[in-house]
């Protein structure tokens, strides 16, 4: 029966009777998912915190990457590993801090700040993505979003997921909810 749902409402379908009965959560939910995966890959390429990451260092200037880790609350590996992929596009160097050898500091490039250029025009596109909508229903989807989030944000504490930067929401008893 649950299968047969999801199948349904992932086809589109939705019940007859009050306008919102066939939006079940899961519906609701997986258009959700498949708005944030279009924005996240097509709009931005991926790669959205290592956008962050060039763009904090555009405007601040070069900070260690301890400073950086604690800024974006990422686990240290997972700076390592932004980093490193930054480095190899040459879009920041990483050096060790001549005061202290055991601090590495992080500065972006030319071709870093050049990157930075590039996602403000995708961040221009971005707001031509919701010209379909009027500026009411813009308007009105940024509150409700806002409140999800708000809600959502409240309900879970952030718990880091195993071997990832990211913090996926836990549960009141403490258990990661993926």
């Given at each position: 029966?649950e ?70 609350d990422?686990?240290?590996g ?32 030319d071709?870093g ?13 971005e707001s ?11 308007r ?38 993926e």
């Open positions: 029966m299968e047969e749902l999801e199948r349904l409402t992932e086809a589109g379908h939705e019940h007859k009777g009050h306008p919102h009965e066939g939006a079940t959560q899961e519906s609701l939910g997986a258009k959700l998912d498949r708005c944030a995966h279009f924005l996240y890959h097509r709009q931005h390429g991926g790669g959205r915190g290592q956008g962050k990451i060039l763009k904090i260092l555009s405007v601040s200037g070069p900070m260690t990457q301890k400073e950086l880790q604690d800024r974006l990422i686990q240290a997972s700076m390592s590993e932004i980093a490193a992929k930054l480095e190899g596009k040459g879009l920041i160097t990483r050096t060790k801090d001549d005061s202290d050898k055991r601090r590495i500091l992080l500065t972006i490039t071709e700040r050049a990157d930075v250029a590039r996602y403000g025009e995708a961040r221009k596109r031509q993505m919701f010209s379909v909508l009027t500026e009411e229903e813009q009105q989807l940024d509150a409700l979003l806002s409140r999800l989030l708000e809600s959502w944000e409240g309900q879970w504490k952030r718990a880091p997921r195993k071997g990832h930067g990211h913090h996926a929401p836990e549960g009141q008893d403490g258990e990661t909810i």
